[in-house]
């Protein structure tokens, strides 16, 4: 069982149940995703209402408040990630360096779920009866998602993957495969290899609130399949911005120079 | 087999490279607060800079570079550009020293001369993996 936390909260509503009444919906009668969104908080209301205080990221207006847990942490209270012994291992290396290995660092694309978890960057979805898109402001990144249709057959392995939905009855059910093993799932060090088949749904709740519910298969580097519970919370009002990584990334450089100086990042 | 090659020495290549690990860079045991005049502010990503002379008991000056938020986000927290901290501005910084001891920092929060307060950059310790690794660790 998943617990609650700031940033990847557990749900108490099964993922297929249906989304309630007052949800937007969309001229071919399915539950309308379209909007900004904020992943990893389940407060209501505007970008500025809902950060004030806490902060997603330490963004907050109350100093004395704890931040919520970024993307490369694990929400307190969470299981454990299902990794294989030997795999576990690799993860916790990452972990001990402080997560000096991730990929981000060097402006590569976050992956799934993660991208979609994130919480300091907005994302916004743009639904059409035959397709859905998903842009991200982090790494200015997209998906394109075709429902109804099925992977195409010469794919290349992509940070993103290749994505396709179907509706199932008012939660957009999106199938992802074609994964490079160069992004993390969710978390400091957890990668996965290109064998990563990944299920999310979507679910609507009411006008403010999507459930996200995601499973990442790998049977080369975990003993079974790892589920996270989510939430997608509108931020009406807010716009996705550039987010060129490329512009000044001096921290790698920092890294290599701190490295070589002898200064102790390590845990250990 | 190019093409998996290819993925494996890029894989490599990034192992010791990383910007997004504050807490690597930066050390949470060791706060600094210093009071100086902003001397250049870059607004870029992945992440923004600004370059403060801070002067010393005896009077002499060094320059000290922060480190925080990019644009986006600076913008989402309350700053606009080139309108709320300007070159010549005197600032107080609360951070975090760089691991190396030098004059360079994480910028959290900087207060202006008029008393208002705004973040620059996330909490110590931010993204560095958390309290706990992601995996269960076994004794």
Redesign the interface.
């Known amino acids: 069982m998943i617990s609650m936390s700031a940033s990847v909260p557990a749900q108490t509503k099964g993922p297929a149940k249906a989304a309630s009444k007052n949800v937007p919906r969309a001229s071919d009668g399915k539950p309308d995703l379209t909007g900004v969104w904020q992943g990893g908080s389940t407060r209501r209301g505007t ?2 209402e809902a ?1 004030t205080g806490l ?1 997603v ?5 109350d ?1 004395t408040a ?2 919520a ?2 993307s ?3 929400p ?1 209270g969470r299981e ?2 299902p ?1 294989q012994p030997w795999a ?1 291992q690799k ?2 290396e ?2 001990n ?12 694309p976050s992956g799934i779920p993660r991208i979609v978890i994130l919480g ?2 907005p994302q916004q979805i743009i639904q059409t009866p035959k397709q859905i898109v998903m842009l991200y ?1 982090y790494m200015n990144v997209f998906r394109v998602i075709p429902l109804n249709a099925k992977h195409p057959d010469d794919l ?2 992509a940070y993103m993957g290749n994505s396709v939905g179907r509706w199932e009855g008012d939660t957009l059910v999106v199938d992802v495969t074609g994964f ?3 992004t993390w799932l ?5 990668f996965h290899s290109e064998e990563l088949h990944i299920t999310e749904r979507f679910t609507r709740v009411d006008k403010d609130q999507i459930n996200y519910d995601v499973t990442m298969e790998d049977p080369k580097v975990l003993t079974k399949p790892w589920t996270l519970h989510s939430t997608l919370m509108l931020r009406e009002g ?1 716009r996705l ?12 450089g ?6 070589k ?1 002898g ?3 390590s845990r250990q | 087999m190019a093409i998996r090659i290819a993925l494996l020495l890029s894989f490599l290549a990034t192992a010791l490279l990383a910007h997004h690990s504050f807490g690597a860079e930066y050390d949470a045991t060791k706060p600094v607060t210093i009071t100086g005049v902003i001397t250049k502010i870059d607004w870029t990503n992945p992440h923004s800079y600004f370059f403060l002379d801070v002067k010393d008991d005896k009077g002499k000056v060094a320059n000290w570079k922060l480190e925080g938020y990019p644009p986006s986000v600076l913008s989402r927290t309350g700053w606009k550009k080139d309108v709320t901290m300007k070159v010549g501005d005197t600032v107080t910084v609360f951070g975090w020293h760089a691991r190396d001891g030098s004059n360079w920092a994480h910028s959290r929060e900087v207060t202006f001369a008029n008393g208002k307060k705004l973040f620059f950059g996330p909490p110590a310790g931010t993204g560095d993996g958390g309290a706990q690794p992601a995996v269960e660790v076994s004794k």
């Open positions: 970008w500025e950060n902060g990221g330490g963004t907050g207006t100093p704890p931040a847990p970024s490369n942490d694990r307190a454990g990630a990794y576990a993860v916790l990452s972990y360096k402080r997560a000096i290995d991730d990929p981000t660092s060097r402006c590569l300091l960057f402001e290349i392995p490079n093993d160069k969710s978390g400091t060090g957890t807010t911005q550039e987010y060129v990584c490329a512009e000044n990334n001096l921290d790698p920092n890294f290599e120079q701190l490295l100086d200064a102790k990042i």
